[in-house]
């Protein structure tokens, strides 16, 4: 993450951030140009975590050019893991989360639990269960 992924994930953030007016508009889907042959296709979701949970599966094609985190970034999403990630969560609910955890008292457990029953009730149900909790 430190060295390879986070500062791969720098200059489409600011991309994004900036084509989306600051995440206010919403982007149409984003396209990869790559040149090379080694392709993947990769489906992500139903864990999609989104305020306004209008995606629900995504179809990256990755390559060494095109990693599923950049990727994922430019869709305006944050992933769980560097390689394949199976949930990825919306720029705007982490904004939402860092604001909340600055305003509350610690207690991620109490977090965790009450961000996977609210998403349970949209739909978003978690095969593993804690799972955002570890």
């Known amino acids: 993450w430190d060295r390879d992924v986070i500062p791969a994930l720098i200059h489409p953030y600011m991309e994004y951030m900036r084509e ?3 995440g206010q508009v919403p982007l149409d889907s984003p396209s990869i140009h790559c040149s ?3 392709h ?3 489906l992500l979701g ?3 975590t989104t305020f ?5 599966y995504i179809e990256l094609c990755i390559c060494p050019c095109a990693p599923a985190p950049v990727q994922l970034v430019k869709w305006g999403l944050f992933p769980c893991s560097p390689v394949h990630p199976a949930l990825a969560v919306s720029l705007e609910m982490l904004e939402f989360v860092s604001e909340l955890f600055v305003h ?3 207690n991620e457990a109490a977090w965790a639990d009450t961000l996977v029953k ?3 009730r949209w739909g978003h149900v978690f095969k593993a269960q804690d799972s955002l909790c570890r």
């Open 104 to 106: 509350l008292a610690p």
């Open 36 to 38: 090379c042959t080694v």
């Open 52 to 56: 306004d949970l209008g995606l629900d």
């Open 46 to 48: 139903p864990e999609l």
């Open 118 to 120: 609210f998403l349970a």
């Open 20 to 22: 989306s007016q600051r």
């Open 40 to 42: 993947g296709i990769y």
